[in-house]
Structure formats: C-alpha cells, structure tokens
C-alpha cells in the first residue's frame, strides 16, 4: 500500500477521509476483508489517528465497515434488500408474513398512538411485539398496536400471555375486512429497547416504517418498525402511498 496524501478542502477532513476510505473498500478491498491497523491507515493518509477514528466511525454507521472484537474492522456485505408490504394488502400474521410474534401486552399507549387509533388517551390497547431475521441477522424489530374494538372476541383463556397471545390478537385482527393500508418513512435513533433487540448501540441510525391498517373506515391497527439503516434497504410494493421524509423524532413507539 502506497502513501496517500489528502487534498485541502473545505469539508471537515474526517468527512473527506470518509470519501477517500468509500471508495479504497470499493476497489482494494472485498467483502469480509480485515482493514489495516489505524496507525498504518493513518500513516497512509497522513491523517491524525483521531481523524481517522471519526471518518471510520461513519462508515461504520453508513453499514460499509463491522467492528468485530477480537478480530478488527472488516469490510461489510451490501445492505440487505427487504421488501415492506406487498402487491396484496393482508393483514399482519397472513401465512406468507416474514414477522416473528415475540411478545403480547395490554397497556395505554403513547398518546400520539392513541391519536392515530383515535381512541381514549387512557384507552389500553393489544401491543405486540414481533421481530423480523433475514439470513439469522435481526434487522427489524416492530410495535403493534391494537385497539380492542378490533379484536371484540379475544379470549384471555385460550392465550394468557406471551408469543401465544400475540398470535391470537394477529387472528382475531384477520376477521376484520381489510379497505386499506398507508405507510410512511423517517429516518430516526434507536432507543435503548430497539438497540438492544437489533444488536445494536443505542443512538444508532433507523428506518422507522409506520403503517395505518384501515378497516371498517377507521384506524384498525398501527405498527411501527423499526429497521437497521445500515444494513437494510427498504424495497416498497404496491401497498399504499409510501411518504419518505427526514426526522429524528419518532412520532410513535
């Protein structure tokens, strides 16, 4: 490896690093390949070690670089292609669903949830939770909500409780006549809750996808899930309007 000296330009220096680093993985380096040790990328660079660190810090959050303890920093494989809805609205729990059922609470949710069901501020509602692997990596990890006038007949008997009752409610839902599903994109934060069921730090870059189920002309259930931004990139089918926008606030969770 030769030396490369960087450009004076305008950008903080990190970020042009960054650029420089991009495009050595594109055309040095493979999939799963061990990068050099920072004093000799630095060396390489003629950068300062801290600079470093920053520029592979954002590669690391963009998904191009794995920090892997007792092995070092490796080049990454391409983001994950994952389909968001599909060419048929269903409902959540259809037999083709790729979403794992984990969980099943009843509790009030947060009020901008309970503004989109449009029901009582101190309403409780069904909240599953479920999470979604692709090639044995988690990449998402969603909240359900679900108002009990959806789901009239749930029996508490027959599912007390986790994974079970989830799976219950998601049946129940599938009685209702399905008009139609809207969703929306942001870019948010992981908080701690999703950070940990991702695999990873809290704080790190997200895909929060939101998706209304319309039935009997009213909200029928809202999910919201979660998506690592660095290794997915959403596909969309013809499931409804898709809204992208950029927000660090995630409007429900």
């Known amino acids: 490896m030769g030396t490369t000296q960087l450009e004076s330009v305008p950008e903080p220096k990190y970020w042009h690093l960054r650029t420089v680093l991009s495009e050595a993985l594109d055309s040095e380096f493979t999939v799963g390949e061990i990068l050099p040790n920072e004093r000799d990328l630095a060396a390489r660079f003629g950068v300062a070690r801290a600079t470093l660190r920053q520029a592979l810090e954002q590669l690391e959050l963009e998904g191009r670089l794995q920090r892997r303890r007792g092995v070092g920093t490796t080049v990454a494989p391409p983001r994950v292609g994952v389909s968001v809805g599909s060419e048929q609205h269903a409902?959540?729990?259809?037999?083709?669903?790729?979403?794992?059922?984990?969980?099943?609470?009843?509790?009030?949710?947060?009020?901008?949830?309970?503004?989109?069901?449009?029901?009582?501020?101190?309403?409780?509602?069904?909240?599953?939770?479920?999470?979604?692997?692709?090639?044995?990596?988690?990449?998402?990890?969603?909240?359900?909500?679900?108002?009990?006038?959806?789901?009239?007949?749930?029996?508490?008997?027959?599912?007390?409780?986790?994974?079970?009752?989830?799976?219950?409610?998601?049946?129940?839902?599938?009685?209702?006549?399905?008009?139609?599903?809207?969703?929306?994109?942001?870019?948010?934060s992981a908080r701690a809750d999703d950070a940990k069921e991702l695999d990873r730090l809290p704080g790190a870059p997200v895909l929060v996808v939101t998706t209304r189920y319309i039935a009997e002309g009213r909200t029928a259930a809202l999910s919201v899930a979660t998506y690592r931004a660095d290794t997915c990139r959403l596909t969309f089918g013809d499931s409804g309007r898709v809204e992208i926008r950029q927000d660090p606030e995630r409007q429900a969770s």
Not at 109 to 129: F, I, M, N, Y
Not at 170 to 182: H, N, T, V
């Open 91 to 188: 409902w959540p729990g259809a037999p083709d669903d790729v979403w794992q059922p984990v969980d099943c609470t009843q509790a009030v949710p947060p009020a901008s949830v309970a503004a989109a069901l449009d029901s009582g501020r101190d309403e409780p509602v069904h909240t599953v939770r479920r999470s979604r692997v692709t090639h044995g990596q988690p990449v998402a990890a969603e909240l359900l909500y679900i108002p009990e006038s959806s789901v009239p007949d749930l029996s508490a008997i027959d599912a007390p409780c986790g994974a079970a009752r989830a799976r219950a409610v998601l049946r129940e839902l599938q009685r209702m006549e399905l008009e139609g599903q809207e969703s929306a994109v942001e870019l948010g």
